[in-house]
Antibody
Framework: EVQLVQSGAEVKKPGESLKISCKGSGYSFTSYWIGWVRQMPGKGLEWMGIIYPGDSDTRYSPSFQGQVTISIDRSISTAYLQWSSLKASDTAMYYC??????????????WGRGTLVTVSS | QSVLTQPPSVSAAPGQKVTISCSGSSSNIGNNYVSWYQQLPGTAPKLLIY???KRPSGIPDRFSGSRSGTSATLGITGLQTGDEADYYC????????????FGGGTKLTVL
């Protein structure tokens, strides 16, 4: 089955670090970009950044540049999103999604179920 | 403030038709294909429309998409209570801060 499986919910304190994961299966993991999308409570979708597993090429939204790090482990078909020092405002649902793209089209055709991150003292 | 503008909410009765608009600019919708996503309550987004008007396998033809200039529209006919969800448009923005952009989302209520 083609799917993205995300790691489980996390509860952290401000200032702590965190790394969440997204494992792809059922398709050629290195052939498609993997993006991360944030959804704060009751809010819309925000693109955070994207990585190409084939060569680890990574792009960030200006809003998230320097705030998070996206990485990959090709050997286990897994993408990661990490924080070095969490803030309460990082409380959100985080989705990974596979991107299909071409010259002037890009869309996310496969989504993980999301990882809920709660940051509270 | 989202780059793409959608109405916060729309509503219609079961069996009726509804449209959801998505307004952008020349750096995004004007020059790139649009996709639409459905997010049912408590679930992850799901691709509904891609390349402006194409439906992935399994998406019924009650759902349609179109693009004109710097705007796009999602249409849903024969509304069902199961269509109650948040709908998001998305595309690529090729401005200096290039990247994926989404609309703010539209909540569809089937009365």
């Amino acid at each position: 089955e083609v799917q993205l499986v995300q790691s489980g919910a996390e509860v952290k304190k401000p200032g702590e670090s965190l790394k969440i994961s997204c494992k792809g299966s059922g398709y050629s993991f290195t052939s498609y970009w993997i993006g991360w999308v944030r959804q704060m409570p009751g809010k819309g979708l925000e693109w955070m950044g994207i990585i190409y597993p084939g060569d680890s090429d990574t792009r960030y939204s200006p809003s998230f540049q320097g705030q998070v790090t996206i990485s990959i482990d090709r050997s286990i078909s897994t993408a990661y999103l990490q924080w070095s020092s969490l803030k309460a405002s990082d409380t959100a649902m985080y989705y990974c999604a596979r991107r299909r793209d071409g010259y002037n089209f890009r869309y996310f055709d496969l989504w993980g179920r999301g990882t809920l991150v709660t940051v509270s003292s | 403030q989202s780059v793409l503008t959608q109405p916060p909410s729309v509503s219609a009765a079961p069996g009726q038709k509804v449209t959801i608009s998505c307004s952008g600019s020349s750096s995004n919708i004007g020059n790139n294909y649009v996709s639409w996503y459905q997010q049912l309550p408590g679930t992850a987004p799901k691709l509904l429309i891609y390349d402006n008007n194409k439906r992935p396998s399994g998406i019924p033809d009650r759902f349609s998409g179109s693009r004109s200039g710097t705007s796009a529209t999602l249409g849903i006919t024969g509304l069902q209570t199961g269509d109650e969800a948040d709908y998001y448009c998305g595309t690529w923005d090729s401005s200096l801060s290039a990247g994926e952009v989404f609309g703010g989302g539209t909540k569809l209520t089937v009365l």
